[in-house]
């Protein structure tokens, strides 16, 4: 079947509207447009204006590109070479990105860091917090200028906004799953 963007849009937008729980009225007045326009979208009849996507788009915390894309199955198998890897010190640290979609503001890797290997961490938004699960080694985290070595099984929980970086002081392979969660997460538990 050919892609259809209307069609998308539709299936899209009811999707993430039962996803946060929002009538077709609580989205409306989060976006900030009439109800008739989200109905006629969720209809697939709609071809609305690129300021009403802007808005749709903002109110469900998705890209653009998100609302028109080809929908989603809900389970998703992603094989291993299909995961995005980004090498840092030298090739001595792998990173793999475990969240198949962009989510706003949230973030999962999968960190392997070789004897001697090291990378500095991106500061992330102001109010993130990072957890940094250790599975395998020990990694030392440098948080401000404080130094944490966390050992396997252990977690490191601290401000995601904070300069950091990562190293692997110890003879062995390391491994560490790191969840960046955002601050409106944070502030808004369920």
Do not use: W
Request: charge should be positive.
């Amino acid at each position: 079947m050919p892609n259809n963007p209307s069609r998308n849009l539709a299936l899209n937008v009811v999707a993430l509207r039962g996803a946060h729980g929002a009538s077709q009225q609580q989205l409306a007045d989060m976006a900030g447009i009439p109800r008739s326009t989200i109905t006629n979208i969720e209809s697939g009849a709609a071809n609305p204006s690129l300021d009403n996507l802007v808005r749709l788009s903002a109110a469900l915390g998705v890209g653009i590109e998100e609302l028109i894309a080809e929908p989603r199955d809900e389970c998703v198998l992603i094989p291993q070479d299909r995961i995005p890897v980004r090498k840092y010190g030298r090739g001595k640290v792998r990173v793999h990105e475990l969240l198949p979609e962009r989510i706003k503001g949230l973030h999962i890797e999968r960190m392997e860091l070789e004897a001697g290997g090291s990378m500095r961490g991106t500061p992330h938004v102001t109010g993130t917090k990072e957890y940094l699960h250790v599975t395998a080694g020990t990694v030392t985290v440098v948080v401000s200028g404080r130094m944490f070595a966390v050992p396997t099984g252990s977690v490191l929980a601290f401000p995601g906004a904070q300069p950091h970086s990562y190293v692997n002081r110890g003879s062995i392979h390391a491994t560490a799953l790191s969840v960046v969660v955002p601050g409106s997460v944070l502030r808004n538990p369920e």
